[in-house]
């Protein structure tokens, strides 16, 4: 199979190539088109540069030129599969400024849709990562694939119009377009903005871990491995047209975790900074995943062993957070902005 990914440099694209390639070694040819924003660490994969099966190319999926050139695939043959994870992911920087959100997330996907027009019909599947927090927020039950899209802050909102021109393409073109919408993920190699690897890591640092709010907002976890597996799955079984929830069924408040975190870190209560909320803050996301497991499909990570595991891999891979959060200028920038005065 020889795949196109997106935002392969990021935190689930480079786990999704590394699951790839160790599922399916040489059978597999993969081209990583990354721009290679704050997030982008091209270093994620470095074990596979140099090898014949992968092309990284650092590239802009709102460019049509570059995206024509990454549908050439590794060796000029094509590509069988896209599926696209680059997009700007934070909500925090969504509210600082939403512009280049919709450059990405909105702009971008029409630009790979429109190239994969040229490619039907030899084109297979095209995965657009949508996620959750389309939906908006639930207070009971879990949202199907079915609810209408509610997304509340400017981060969900340009998802949602990257989620519906993908399946406007499929409807319109017959682009065999499958859109998943994942809960939360947690994981090795997640950019250390997001709560947990920020709490980890600034657990271990004897930092304050700023808790938003009351601390009682809703997320349901998803460990990577099992994200990636799900994809996995429906390019094989999935159907076209479709979309589908991929829930970990974790949901835990945001103070539970936290706890958790110094728990396992073995840190003080005190590190516990309450800080005032997020600007429109969604409070509970639900996904109900019956769709995708009448397919067939199970998570197969449990949530504790998969909490510690991410808890040692910080712990073990130090140089690779310290990079961004001690060298890098734009992080602390973004640290000092972000949480300076809160
Ligand atoms: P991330 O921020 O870690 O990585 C995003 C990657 O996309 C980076 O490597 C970045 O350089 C690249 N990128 C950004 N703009 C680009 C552009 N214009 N052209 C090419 N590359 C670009 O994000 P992530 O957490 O790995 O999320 C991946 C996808 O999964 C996103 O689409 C996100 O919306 C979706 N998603 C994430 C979660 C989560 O919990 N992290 C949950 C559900 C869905
Ligand atoms: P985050 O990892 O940013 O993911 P998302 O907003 O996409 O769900 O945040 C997860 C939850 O943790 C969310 O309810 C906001 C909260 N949070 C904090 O309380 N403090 C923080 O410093 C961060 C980054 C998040």
């Known amino acids: 199979m020889r795949y196109l990914v997106t935002g392969g440099a990021g935190f689930i694209g480079s786990n999704f190539i590394r699951y790839i390639f160790n599922k399916y070694g040489d059978a597999a040819q993969v081209v990583n088109l990354d721009k290679l924003t704050y997030a982008g660490i091209r270093e994620n994969l470095a074990e596979y ?40 992911t934070h909500v925090d920087r969504s509210l600082m400024e939403a512009g280049t959100f919709i450059e990405t997330d909105v702009h971008g996907v029409l630009v790979l849709l429109e190239e994969a027009r040229k490619h039907a019909p030899k084109l ?47 409807q319109t073109y017959g682009l065999p377009v499958i859109v998943t919408r994942a809960s939360n993920n947690f994981g090795p190699w997640q950019y250390p903005e997001k709560l947990i690897p920020l709490f980890v890591t600034n657990a271990i640092d004897d930092l304050p871990l700023p808790l938003y709010g009351d601390g009682r907002n809703v997320r349901d976890w998803l460990y990577v491995e099992d994200h990636c597996a799900a994809i996995d799955f429906l390019i094989e079984h999935g159907t076209n ?98 949480y300076g005065t809160r």
């Open 124 to 170: 297979k599947r095209f995965i657009q990562i949508s996620t959750d927090e389309v939906y908006g927020s639930i207070d009971t039950g879990s949202f199907k694939e079915t609810d209408p899209l509610n997304p509340r802050n400017p981060y969900s909102a340009s998802k949602a119009g990257g989620d519906r021109m993908a399946y406007a393409y499929a």
């Open 49 to 88: 540069e140099g090898a014949a099966n992968y092309r990284f190319q650092q590239g802009d999926i709102a460019n049509a030129e570059d995206v024509a050139r990454a549908y050439e695939g590794v060796d000029g043959s094509g590509v069988d599969v896209v599926v696209n994870f680059a997009a700007e």
């Open 241 to 338: 047209s479709e979309t589908y929830n991929i829930g970990g069924g974790n949901e835990r408040e945001n103070r539970e975790i936290t706890q958790r975190i110094l728990e396992r870190t073995g840190k003080p209560d005190t590190l516990i900074k309450r800080v005032a909320d997020r600007q429109g803050h969604d409070r509970r996301y639900s996904i109900d995943m019956t769709k995708l497991e009448s397919l067939g499909f199970r998570c197969e990570t449990n949530f504790d062993e998969a909490l510690e595991k991410t808890i040692r891999w910080y712990s073990e891979n130090e140089s690779w957070w310290r990079a961004i959060k001690e060298r890098s200028a734009e992080f602390k920038a973004y640290y000092e902005k972000q």
